[in-house]
T-cell receptor
Framework: GAVVSQHPSRVICKSGTSVKIECRSLDFQATTMFWYRQFPKQSLMLMATSNEGSKATYEQGVEKDKFLINHASLTLSTLTVTSAHPEDSSFYIC??????????FGPGTRLTVL | AQKITQTQPGMFVQEKEAVTLDCTYDTSDPSYGLFWYKQPSSGEMIFLIYQGSYDQQNATEGRYSLNFQKARKSANLVISASQLGDSAMYFCAMREGGSGNTGKLIFGQGTTLQVKP
């Protein structure tokens, strides 16, 4: 299946700073990637669909100016959490479509905002 | 309304026994896909099995099988011969429409499975 990496795996930052999370598809060219957020003991919630070469599509209730998504190449999508606050602390995970109707997920990034 | 429902917050199973994790879904789209993922404590999401809405046979992948009851809109995961390493959170997910792998996934609430030695 598709191999997906995320960087960093864990980040701690101060309130008000911005954090960039990278999602890379290592062996598959992905025109579409997805960004999810998961709060502790909860399910994954789709935040946005990242489209290579065009604007991301955000889910209802997700602030596009706060969660900036850039999909500049077929192997890289980035999510930037701008002016992060403690309520943004969560597990952020990306996914890439693979062969045979599968979606493969990255290992996730745990963000803690102090 | 919930599109994907997992009614079992937690399940226990004895090692080497089989266990069924429930999942029901709701969609009016004739074309959809159903997925099961395993999430161990490390957080990674591990793809287990996929069932397409037009697939005639139930999907199977090793010890995992999907009991697809289309009329009941259920897609239960059956794990046979449970192992200690199967202890994890399990998520059912649905992709509405879309083409192959490009459609977004909607996840259920998850079921925590604990395998007892």
């Amino acid at each position: 299946g598709a191999v997906v990496s995320q960087h960093p795996s864990r980040v701690i930052c101060k309130s008000g700073t911005s954090v960039k999370i990278e999602c890379r598809s290592l062996d598959f060219q992905a025109t579409t990637m997805f960004w999810y957020r998961q709060f502790p003991k909860q399910s994954l919630m789709l935040m946005a669909t990242s489209n290579e070469g065009s604007k991301a599509t955000y889910e209802q209730g997700v602030e596009k100016d706060k969660f900036l998504i850039n999909h500049a190449s077929l192997t890289l999508s980035t999510l930037t959490v701008t002016s992060a606050h403690p309520e943004d602390s969560s597990f952020y995970i990306c996914s890439v479509g693979g062969a045979m109707n599968t979606q493969y997920f990255g290992p996730g990034t745990r963000l803690t905002v102090l | 309304a919930q599109k994907i429902t997992q009614t079992q917050p937690g399940m226990f199973v004895q090692e080497k026994e089989a266990v069924t994790l429930d999942c029901t879904y709701d969609t009016s789209d004739p074309s959809y896909g159903l997925f099961w993922y395993k999430q161990p404590s490390s957080g990674e999401m591990i793809f287990l099995i996929y069932q397409g809405s037009y697939d005639q046979q139930n999907a199977t992948e090793g010890r995992y099988s999907l009991n697809f009851q289309k009329a009941r809109k259920s897609a239960n995961l059956v794990i046979s011969a449970s192992q200690l390493g199967d202890s994890a959170m399990y998520f059912c997910a649905m992709r509405e429409g879309g083409s192959g792998n490009t459609g977004k996934l909607i996840f259920g609430q998850g079921t925590t499975l604990q395998v007892k030695p």
